[in-house]
C-alpha cells in the first residue's frame, strides 16, 4: 500500500472524471454503471464514505435542460420542423446529454467529497 495520494485538486478532478479512486486515482471506482465498489482494489480505500447523492443529476439536469431546451427553441423558431423531427432529434440528444455526463460527474462528485474530507455534521459529544 505504497502508492503514491493524490494531493491537489485538479489531480482530484481529473480522478474523479476519470472515474478513478480518489485517494490513489489509479483503482476503479465503479462496479457497474453507478454502482460503486465497496473498496479501491489498489489502495484499499473504503468507499463507505462516499455519498454523492443527488447532486450529479441535478446539475446534469440544469445543464442538460438548458442545452436540449435551448436547441430545440432555436431550432423551432428558425426552421419550424414537424414534430416528428423535433422527437427524432431530442430524444437522443436527452439520452446523451444526461446519460454520458452521469458515470464521470458521480466520480467527480465523490472525489471532491474525499478531498475535501466533506462528511455528515454530527451532533452530541462534548460540544457545547
Ligand atoms: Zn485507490
Request: hydrophobic share 45%.
Amino acid at each position: 500500500m505504497a502508492e503514491k495520494s493524490i494531493e491537489t485538486l485538479s489531480g482530484s478532478i481529473l480522478a474523479g472524471l476519470s472515474c478513478a479512486c480518489p485517494r490513489c486515482g489509479q483503482g476503479k471506482l465503479f462496479h457497474g454503471f453507478l454502482t460503486l465498489r465497496p473498496r479501491c482494489d489498489v489502495c484499499g480505500l473504503d468507499y463507505g464514505f462516499a455519498d454523492a447523492g443527488d447532486g450529479p443529476a441535478v446539475f446534469i439536469m440544469f445543464l442538460a435542460g438548458f442545452i436540449v431546451v435551448g436547441a430545440a427553441l432555436v431550432t423551432e423558431v428558425m426552421y419550424h420542423p414537424p414534430y416528428w423531427v423535433h422527437a427524432a432529434l431530442w430524444l437522443p440528444l436527452i439520452l446523451i446529454v444526461t446519460l454520458g455526463p452521469l458515470r464521470p460527474m458521480k466520480g467527480l462528485m465523490i472525489a471532491l467529497q474525499y478531498h475535501h474530507k466533506a462528511e455528515e455534521v454530527r451532533f452530541g459529544g462534548d460540544e457545547p
